[in-house]
């Protein structure tokens, strides 16, 4: 089955670039979702198909996809932005749906 | 949008439970929909989707042959029902739209399932 590679966390001070990447074998030929999760609320979309925003989400938040990495990259990092981030694809081998194990943002 | 899931509570092992899912603000039966589930100190994690018209269903590896997704488009709810429950189950549910090139959005607030002897 298709794995996503995340790494457990990433600490940046405020104001700074924090850079979350997913890993995946040719995972730039699919479209990767992006999702933040803060502690006791549900998940949320923050960007999809690679790199597109909904509505609402700052452009701070931008996404890339490239040959075997996805990169979530978050300008002038908030305290409001800690949160776990999870990226996600479609197998469409499977029809199933794989998550990234996710990633924890601290804020320093 | 607005998806509110309810059903969730403690079990024991063996036992089974039905997650509902109700949608309103948008045309239910043009989406697909989702469950997904995350475990304390887990990550995030797919269980089951069903197509717009119910007529497919798709299962993660953990729960194939335990769980059944089914959907109800006149009264807009989405049902996960739950059997043979493990300890392992126990998580929060998320019911989810699935729509575009395969994301969600939007999320309900979760229903908690504890599974424990």
Redesign the interface.
């Given at each position: 089955s298709y794995v996503l590679t995340q790494p457990p966390s990433v600490s940046v001070p405020p104001g700074q670039t924090a850079r979350i990447t997913c890993g995946g074998y040719n995972i730039g030929s699919n479209s990767v979702h992006w999702y933040q999760q803060k502690t006791g609320q549900a998940p949320v979309l923050v960007v999809f198909d690679d790199s597109d925003r909904p509505s609402g989400i700052p452009e701070r938040f931008f996404g890339s996809n490239s040959e075997n990495t996805a990169t979530l990259t978050i300008s002038g990092v908030e305290a409001a932005d800690e949160a776990d981030y999870f990226c996600q694809v479609w197998d469409s081998l499977s029809d199933h749906v794989v998550f990234g194990g996710g990633t924890t943002l601290t804020v320093l | 949008v607005e998806l509110v899931e309810s059903g969730g509570g403690s079990v024991k092992p063996g036992e089974s439970l039905r997650l509902s899912c109700v949608a309103s603000g948008f045309k239910f039966s043009d989406y697909y929909m989702?469950w997904?589930r995350?475990a304390p100190g887990k990550?995030?994690?797919?269980v089951s989707?069903i197509t717009s018209n119910g007529d497919n269903m798709?299962y993660?590896?953990s729960v194939k042959g335990r769980f059944s997704v089914s959907r109800d488009n006149s009264k807009n709810i989405l049902y996960l029902q739950m059997n043979t429950l493990r300890p392992e189950d126990t998580a929060t549910y998320?019911c989810?739209r699935y729509g575009?090139?395969?994301?969600?959005?939007?999320?309900?607030?979760?229903t908690l399932v504890t599974v424990s002897s």
């Open positions: - | 989702s997904i995350r990550g995030l994690e797919w989707y798709y993660s590896d998320y989810a575009g090139i395969r994301w969600f959005d939007p999320w309900g607030q979760g």
